[in-house]
């Protein structure tokens, strides 16, 4: 070999080894990249733990949103307090999260925090409850129930029960225990029951709020004992409610059950998560609850990363839901052209 062409060859071989050792070094820094934008951090303010439905919320976001997953969870658990809640989502926007998913106590009061999130460019998932504010653009999207819907089938499926039965309108007398005031839950739900009340001509005695737990079910409902001698149907606004009304009742002398017209006091109510609740249902305690689903954590996760691969989810997001009953007769009830069909619990 002369000595020019081993030149050549020497150069080759080097040109060869810097483009494998560039290449090695730009793939090294490749991986780094993806593994550390794979991590999408995220700060999600619940508003309390007032209900078995609230916990079950919790731990379906805590596993959806998971390290395994790809994500870096900060979790704030708001007390029941909008000003926690709001606290929580300034730190949020102060630690420069990817995502902030807010679980709103009530849908007022949201204006400012949420154009601090928008200035600071955090997109926002709202989830379960709704928030009002004047301009739509300071969240992205909203994922939860038709709250108006749950109510809308409740009352149809009181009204179902009255013809079957054969009760007069006017003969139907409800105590309604409210959810937290404000709250969409709580709007919703009671919209329903008002819109029938105005519609049927029941007579509905009373309304007060037993802020979704089972203690102020039970004084609400006391209480409600106390004034009322001829409440035959009390309308909970969830089942933690339900199961404290429950107590009351029992603890006056009086007996739950769809039987009203042999003087049974007949509980329904929402939500259909809580262990206690679906035991009472199946033993006519309660004798219908519309389903609310608690499950958002995965639904959250899908529209996170809809977001990340550069889409756009749908802006409102609604999850379909049943009643649960344990009176055989009302199989379906339905609203406008809708029907919707009732599972029986045996
Ligand atoms: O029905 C109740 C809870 O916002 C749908 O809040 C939720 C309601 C749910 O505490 O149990």
Redesign the pocket.
Known sequence: MGKKTHMVAMLLLLAIFMVACRGSVVSETTTEQTSETKVVTVGFSQLGA?????SANTDSMLQALSKENGYNLIYKNGQQKQANQVTALRMFIQQEVDYIVLAPETETGWDFVLQEAKDAGIPVIIV??RVDVADRSLYTCWV??D?ELEGQKMAAWLHEYTEKAGIASSDLHIVNIQ?TIG???QIGRTRGLSNAVREYGWDLLAEESGD?TEVRGREVMASFLREYDNINVVYC????EAIGAIDAIEAAGKRVGSDIKNGEIMVVS??GINAQALEYLKQGKISCIAE?N?LHGPRVQALIETLESGGTPEKYNYVAETLFSSVPEITSVTIGEETYSVDIVK
């Open positions: 007032e209900s078995d439905w609230r379960d409850r939860g129930s709250f959810g709250s969409s839950a979704f606004e969830n089942d933690n929402f939500d609310c608690p």
